[in-house]
């Protein structure tokens, strides 16, 4: 049987803390069909009792409403709708320094950039698209039964930059709904 | 006195045989198998031997010792060690229990 598949049935944080010395003990013998059901119920238990699943602490975490029964999500996501945010805050900043404070170089030389229609829509759905991107990963759905009632709760699970992140988009997005209304009301 | 290893459920066993086991000395996994096995006659599965080793690595009953190479000894801890003492003690008061009423019966 191939241990190192068993093994990968491990949570993250134990494999994290145990999986090179039970890939050493794996290697010192052929594993029994018994030693591989005693790993399938080993890594079941791993999931389901969470003081098990040991390692190096997680990242701080913020909730909104809810108790954390996971791992906070990688920072990936939240770095590509990180990366969504700069072309509509380069379109802001430009904006706000023309018509806050009459320094108009920056936006009249990116002018014909910024109404080339294409640019206009990226730019104004980048931050929709940072906001979900940023938001949905950090999305937990927790469903848990007491005492006869079945209670459901969604929660955030992110930390501060995913917060930051979604946060900003979330202003952006305001923004450009508000500009939207006047040009349009 | 509540037994140290009472909450540990069906895992109380292995890990009082891995506590045993690292009475003697520091030991990586392999080696605990076969001083258990050894000891019991019994052969621990993987899984059996790293939930034990999880669950008294987090109760602070033993602890990895620093080593270069992939195999991670454990040791017991000043806590384990009590820990030990006091399952054993009693352990050794059913036993005791169970033989005087065998040998009155």
Redesign the interface.
Known sequence: MKSSILIRLYPRR?RA??E???????E?GP?SV??G???????L??HLIR??A?GPEPRRQTTLGGVMEHPLPTRRSATVAGLFLCLPATFLLSVTMKYGFGYDTVFDSLESFWTFKPIEYITVLSPLAALLLSVVPALRATVEREGGVVKGALVLQAGAARIAVAAVSFGMLFLFFVYFLTENF | MPEPLGDFGRHSEPALLVLVSLAEKPKHGYSMMDDIERLTGTRLGPGTLYGAIARLEGRGFIAKVEATDRRKPYRLTPAGEDALSTQLAGLQAVVSAGLKRIATA
């Not at chain 1, 059901?37 to 890594?43: F, S, T, V």
């Open positions: 134990w803390r145990y090179d010395e039970m890939r050493e003990l794996l010192e594993v018994r030693d059901l005693d790993l399938l119920r080993g890594a238990e791993a003081d098990l040991l």
